[in-house]
């Protein structure tokens, strides 16, 4: 079993920066893809970002391109989400997730934090 934890979210202005991060327990996520999800009020879950075991090719949704870093410390057992440029539409619960196959649809995440939230103000 993995255990996730998000770091607090906060408030942040609208082109401010916020960086995330997670740590992971009971088990080394050092063979693991992470990823990180968010959902906004009355929408459904969307995908942030993805980093494969060895830190390699990093993956993004559309939205959120040049704007957000993921990346991780093994030797930590963390993943961190660094977000630049902040728009309001950026507001949402932040969760990270790990699956056992980069680039695979969300249901394949078997285990998830319990969120954070991001609010930015406009």
């Known amino acids: 079993q993995v255990q996730l934890v998000e770091s607090a979210g906060g408030l942040v202005q609208a082109g401010g920066s916020l960086r995330l991060s997670c740590a992971a327990s009971?088990?080394?996520?050092?063979?693991?893809?992470m990823g990180w999800f968010r959902q906004a009020p009355g929408k459904e879950r969307e995908f942030v970002a993805a980093?494969?075991?060895?830190?390699?090719?990093?993956t993004y949704g559309d939205s959120v391109k040049g704007r957000f870093t993921i990346s991780r410390d093994n030797a930590k057992n963390t993943v961190y989400l660094q977000m630049n440029s902040l728009k309001p539409e950026d507001t949402a619960v932040y969760y990270c997730?790990?699956?056992?196959?980069?680039?695979?649809?969300?249901?394949?995440?078997?285990?998830w934090g319990q969120g954070t939230q991001v609010t930015v103000s406009s």
């Open positions: 009971g088990r080394s996520i050092s063979t693991y893809t």
């Open positions: 997730a790990a699956t056992t196959r980069f680039g695979g649809p969300q249901s394949e995440y078997s285990y």
């Open positions: 980093i494969p075991w060895n830190g390699g090719i990093t």
